[in-house]
């Protein structure tokens, strides 16, 4: 009972974080004291903090290597994408159609994780990693090569070029190959973007403290083990394999509603995008959720906070990289830590018992 009553406190702090630096945030911008550029950057930054956290379902919870992240991320951005621009003149609500968009991307990299995770999930280690950065790229290579049109007789698909569509002359081209989707309805916002974070953490932290979070955790630590007490190994796998794909996927949904063009580049769906996911999760720590938040957040906004550094900027980027990563994962950084945790506590408990001590002599 205890134990559950800590957790709980401890999704309260991660939540209230969250709201916190929402306020400030709001209250910073009410009074213009963030820049253009900095306001620019919030969207994008609710997106890779959900992708952080998603991710650490598989690496952290799960404790599988996966490199493929972006290409679930790419597919919630272009299936989300693709019905907005499809029902921009049908759907006039602006949030019912953004909310359909989201559940649509939601469920199509659900489903996709699922479909991967089932052959994928039987590798381990680097060959898992390998397969699931060959699906990532192969996801972002094949949408850069479909043609998508519709006009008065429905639609029309193409993996050759945009005049294989054969469309009428009132046709519209809505997925144009490498050039992708041009005009998609900017919905996303940094509110939105901070509400679907806190959806995401309830998701992600309920499911930890459930009773599948505990038997996706058991088969993480020893796999012999769990499938010895009667836990379904494969149904488990893919439950956590899924549910962080279908994550990324809203990710993508609240990053292609930021764009007025979306396009499967290297630079937006591949293998550095995954890398860069995967280096938030690892700096703030494996298993640690509000880790992965403060490194996404410390990792995006600090590039732009070194700008005026022109060339020097990249240099002290990498350089604060290396370090908060020796700090994070160095042994002796970890005793460090310890004991100035311990220290704390200690001294603690010894002004309390002072406290103590002198109201019982008090009474």
């Known amino acids: 009972m205890k134990n559950f009553a800590v957790k709980n406190k401890d999704n309260l702090i991660t939540y209230g974080i969250v709201i916190v630096a929402f306020i400030i945030m709001r209250v910073l911008m009410a009074f213009g004291l963030v820049s253009s550029l900095m306001t620019g950057l919030l969207v994008p930054l609710c997106a890779y903090i959900i992708l952080a956290v998603s991710l650490n379902v598989t690496v952290g919870i799960l404790g599988e290597l996966s490199l493929g992240h972006a290409g679930f991320m790419c597919i919630g951005a272009f299936t989300s994408a693709f019905f907005s621009k499809l029902t921009v003149n049908v ?37 898992l990693a390998i397969v699931t950065l060959a699906f990532g790229e192969i996801i972002k290579n094949v949408i850069n090569v479909l043609y998508i049109g519709k006009d008065s007789k429905g639609l029309h698909f193409s993996m050759k070029d945009a005049l294989a569509l054969n469309l009428e002359e009132s046709g519209e081209i809505i997925v144009n190959g490498a050039q992708g989707i041009t005009g998609t309805p900017k919905n996303s916002n940094f509110t939105i973007g901070v509400v679907l974070i806190l959806i995401t953490l309830f998701i992600v932290l309920n499911l930890i403290k459930s009773r599948d979070g505990r038997a996706v955790m058991a088969i993480r630590d020893n796999v012999i083990a769990a499938e010895s007490v009667g836990i379904n190994i494969t149904k488990y796998k893919l439950l956590a394999f899924s549910v962080s794909a279908a994550l990324a996927g809203v990710a993508g949904v609240l ?88 220290s704390i506590f200690f001294w603690r408990k010894k002004e309390n018992d002072m406290k103590g001590g002198i109201d019982n002599a008090g009474n």
């Open 255 to 342: 990053y292609s509603h930021n764009l007025s063009s979306l396009m499967a580049t290297p630079k937006n769906f591949g293998y550095n995008m995954s890398i860069m996911i995967l280096v938030f999760v690892v700096l703030g720590g494996i298993g640690n959720i509000r880790g992965s938040i403060i490194s996404a957040v410390v990792l995006t906004l600090l590039p732009e906070l070194l700008r005026g550094l022109s060339n020097f900027r990249m240099l002290i980027y990498a350089i604060v990289l290396i370090a908060m990563m020796l700090f994070s994962w160095s042994p002796k950084a970890k005793d460090f830590r310890e004991k100035v945790v311990s």
């Open 91 to 127: 759907i006039t609500i602006g949030w019912l159609r953004f909310t359909i968009a989201i559940l649509i991307g939601f469920i199509c990299a659900g489903l996709v994780g699922f479909l991967i995770g089932m052959p994928v999930l039987r590798l381990k280690g680097d060959y």
